[in-house]
Each structure stands twice: as structure tokens, then as C-alpha cells.
């Protein structure tokens, strides 16, 4: 079976910047994405990491080490607009894209 | 823009009742997905489609059937309701090769 584990909550003030953990035990594993929803709304795509390192896309930044298994995504300049549910979502077959989400972080950002 | 569309955003059902939710996408996708999401428990998957009339099981199949006719269409089917399926359903789509899934805006269920 597969496991993935992200904090449930995290919290943190409008301006600064906020790490979301990802650790993940699969049968196989072909890329790490992260999902952003927000309350009411879909999931929306944020990013995808298949290689080690550091992917940045303006404010968000996504981080991946295969040999930790383990991930995390990075907001910086945190704005009210940010606080929504972050979810990290592996991919564990080759092929089509069939990803398996985590349980989600809800991240509350106070003025 | 990838559109996913789902039949209804709120539906209320009675116990034993049969219960079809439709989605449809609107980019030729290959891969279509039905999700259901509680409180602290994230996104499940039901079942998934990979093909027309193709469909695999996902973590949590029991008591859901799935029917997919045509490309864009993905049916979700309660043969017989019941209270602990009370949830919210959402439909996804891929195309397989890119690695970006697309949401529709999903199903509020209630079984009473």
C-alpha cells in the first residue's frame, strides 16, 4: 500500500514564508505533484517534481528528494489569498499520470 | 480552457436510492477520476477510467459502480445509497502524458 504523511495544519502571518512537508512511502514512485484548494473551490494544479532539486513558479516553490523520500512546497511572501488546503500527490506507476493524494495541509495566514 | 463539468453541485438522496453522478470533460482526456473527500481524510479515490468502457478500482470502490460510454463522459453510480456515503464527490481528468489533473467543482451529497 501506499502512505503519505503532511502535517494536518500549519499557520503563519501575511508576509513571510511557510515550508509544507511531504513524506511518502509508495511500491513505486515517479513524481511528486502539489495541488492548492481552496474552501468551497477545486483542487487546482500547482506544481510537479520528478528529478531532485528545487522547482520555483513566482511565490511557490517545490522541492524534491527522491533518495528522503520526501518533498515539501515552499510560499513565500505569504498573502491572505494563500490560506487554502495544500495537498502533495505521488505518482507511483510509470505511464498515464495516476497520482494518490495525501490527506492535505490546511494553511491559515493571519494579517 | 480545460473544462470539467459535473451534473449537480448539491444533491439530496434517501437511503436506498440509486444515485448517478455525471461529469463530462471537455479536452479529449484519456484518463477520467472519481474522488470522494471528508474532513482530515483528503482526497480518496473511488475509480478511475483510462479508457472508454476501461475502468480500475481505486482505494475505495466498495458500493460504487462506474460507467464510462464515451470519451468525455464518467458516470459514477450508488446502487443503493446509504448514509456513510454522505460526502463530497469530485471528478478529475488527464491526459495521461502531462502531469496536471483538472477538477470539476464537485457533488455535495447527502444520503438521509
Redo the contacts between chains.
Sequence with gaps: GQSLEQP?EVTAVEGAIVQINCTYQTSGFY?L?W?QQHDG?????LS?N?LDGLEETGRFSSFLSRSDSYGYLLLQELQMKDSASY?C?V?ERG??????????TSLIVHP | DVKVTQSSRYLVKRTGEKVFLECVQDMDHENMFWYRQDPGLGLRLIYFSYDVKMKEKGDIPEGYSVSREKKERFSLILESASTNQTSMYLCASNSGTYYEQYFGPGTRLTVT
Design positions: 494536518s513524481g505533484s495541488y473551490g477545486a483542487p487546482t494544479f510537479y520528478a495537498f500527490a505518482r505511464g498515464s499520470y495516476i497520482p494518490t493524494f495525501g490527506r492535505g
